[in-house]
T-cell receptor, first 115, second 113 residues
Framework: AQKITQTQPGMFVQEKEAVTLDCTYDTSDPSYGLFWYKQPSSGEMIFLIYQGSYDQQNATEGRYSLNFQKARKSANLVISASQLGDSAMYFCAMRVRNQGGKLIFGQGTELSVKP | DAGITQSPRHKVTETGTPVTLRCHQTENHRYMYWYRQDPGHGLRLIHYSYGVKDTDKGEVSDGYSVSRSKTEDFLLTLESATSSQTSVYFC????????????FGPGTRLLVL
């Protein structure tokens, strides 16, 4: 079964510190894509970072990096130097080949950044 | 920002009434999607479209229909709304190319009384 698991319902981090949000995935398809989205309290879904299953290097986008461990089927999001504006829900998602390349989402992690 | 708008942004309706949600894109992308977001379930695919008049079902399609008569517009219809369809509805477009990133509209909050 294709599935995304986020085991941390909520997390706290001190401003300016780094934080890792966990994501594990399950698929038997060798070709897939992994995404992280941010959903602030205003409700929109904001794309953060992408990792392809064949990518050799971990993806980075500014303060966001993706710790991709293919053998362990994990795709953890690392946010460096947390800011108050990083407080939000974070969703890990996997693109699958069926149903038009839909995204399968985890249940999300709520991150709170403390001043 | 990806050019995606949704209308209405908020709607309250009564059980048994039809409801249509609209998604409009300015990007001319081929693939469009409708998801719903519920507590404890994340986002789940309702229907998707891969071109004008080309649509197919997602994992939670019961009670919903869609239409796409123009590339830029993707409509989601609840034929007879039920309380279980109270949710936040997101439209997404898929960027072509290697990553095929999906970008989401602002969402529609629907309350069925």
């Amino acid at each position: 079964a294709q599935k995304i698991t986020q085991t941390q319902p909520g997390m706290f981090v001190q401003e300016k510190e780094a934080v890792t949000l966990d994501c594990t995935y399950d698929t038997s398809d060798p070709s897939y894509g992994l995404f992280w989205y941010k959903q602030p309290s205003s409700g929109e879904m904001i794309f953060l970072i992408y990792q392809g299953s064949y990518d050799q290097q971990n993806a980075t986008e500014g303060r966001y990096s993706l710790n991709f461990q293919k053998a362990r089927k994990s795709a953890n999001l690392v946010i460096s130097a947390s800011q108050l504006g990083d407080s939000a829900m974070y969703f890990c998602a996997m693109r699958v080949r069926n149903q038009g390349g839909k995204l399968i989402f985890g249940q999300g992690t709520e991150l709170s950044v403390k001043p | 920002d990806a050019g995606i708008t949704q209308s209405p942004r908020h709607k309250v309706t009564e059980t048994g009434t039809p409801v249509t949600l609209r998604c409009h894109q300015t990007e001319n992308h081929r693939y469009m999607y409708w998801y719903r977001q519920d507590p404890g379930h994340g986002l789940r695919l309702i229907h998707y479209s891969y071109g004008v008049k080309d649509t197919d079902k997602g994992e939670v399609s019961d009670g919903y229909s869609v239409s796409r008569s123009k590339t830029e517009d993707f409509l989601l219809t609840l034929e007879s709304a039920t309380s279980s369809q109270t949710s936040v509805y997101f439209c997404a477009i898929r960027e072509p190319g290697g990553r095929e990133t999906q970008y989401f509209g602002p969402g529609t909050r629907l309350l069925v009384l």
